[in-house]
């Protein structure tokens, strides 16, 4: 599996021309063009080629070049996926799939990517993503992210869940009263340790209010403080912040630096445990200090 930077995932209408260009010089670590539920139903067949077009003909630099297509029980699936990959061929690096409910919707996208490899003759495999934004699919998350080697993330769909689940939120998917804490805490809680019991990234929910910056860093803080390595942007504006939040800082890569400088010196004399600037430092903290310094690896800080 490859392992990609996927701080900021910046979703851009398949149908919008227009918006291309910006969205492949936003700085995103991945861009998708969305054939779903920001494009119209009429507009969706006709998306599908201006979306591989793109892919082929517009210089995204380091950007991961994505689609998300329709859900595997709506008439466009299979279209979606035919059309785009053998359009777009090895200029297509992931595909998410939406609304997925059990393993075998992500399994029936694998066996039809592994047919148009092969008849394309593809050089490169195509990798998956997935949205978690049905109650039916975090029942079955563990299953779900185990589903396919193609798999390298699962995204948190706050929008569609809020509706899967029947909650009362506003246009930004947050609960119409004061309710204390997160309150999606436990669908985000389930994500990301069904992932990172995979192996794979967890990333989370798009944030409608783009007006709102300050609002955004709070959400991505939030969600990397779990364990989240990224979250969706729907506008331009909102990459900066997710790529500033995601990534560790100066000062958490020299302390991890430290850490582990300190338990190797500790255990070459034979102890497991020492002492740094007052405070325990065990194998549990090598691991966490390694989670720092593998990110910083990443990310070329
Ligand atoms: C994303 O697709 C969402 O529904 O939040
Ligand atoms: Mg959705």
New binding site residues.
């Given amino acids: 599996m490859t392992v990609r930077a996927r701080r900021s995932e910046l979703a851009t209408p398949a149908s919008n021309e227009w918006m291309f260009a910006k969205a492949a010089a936003s700085g995103a670590d991945l861009v998708f063009l969305d054939l ?2 920001a494009v119209a139903p009429a507009q969706r067949e006709a998306a599908r080629g201006k979306a591989a077009a793109a892919l082929r003909d517009l210089d995204w630099g380091r950007t991961v070049r994505a689609i ?1 297509m329709n859900a595997v029980d709506t008439r466009w699936a299979h279209a979606d996926v035919i059309e785009v990959v053998t359009q777009a061929r090895e200029a297509l690096d992931v595909i998410i799939v ?1 609304k997925v409910r059990s393993a075998r919707d992500v399994w029936w996208v694998d066996v039809l990517l592994t047919q148009l490899e092969e008849v394309l003759g593809l050089q490169k495999r195509i990798a998956l993503e997935v ?1 978690i ?1 049905e109650t039916e699919g975090l029942q079955n998350v563990a299953e779900i992210t185990r589903a396919s080697d193609r798999l390298e993330a699962v ?9 899967s689940q029947g909650a009362r939120v506003d246009t930004n ?1 947050d609960p119409v009263v004061d309710y204390p804490g997160d309150m999606w805490h436990y669908a985000r809680a389930r994500i990301v340790v069904a992932a990172r019991a995979a192996g794979i990234d967890a990333i989370d ?2 944030f409608p209010a783009y007006r709102d910056p300050e609002a955004y860093r709070t959400a991505c803080d939030r969600a990397a403080a779990m364990g989240y390595v990224g979250k ?1 942007a729907i506008h331009p504006s909102q990459v900066g912040p997710a790529n500033e939040a995601f990534a560790p800082t100066h000062d958490e890569i020299a302390h991890a630096r430290k850490v582990v400088a300190a338990y190797r010196e500790a255990e070459a004399t034979g102890r497991g445990a020492t002492g740094l600037d007052g405070m325990l430092v065990d194998a549990a903290h090598l691991r966490l200090a390694d989670n720092i310094t593998r990110r910083a690896e990443l990310l070329g800080l």
């Fill in positions: 779903e539920d998300r939406p949205l934004e995204v948190f769909g706050a929008g569609d869940f809020s509706a998917f929910a798009p969706w």
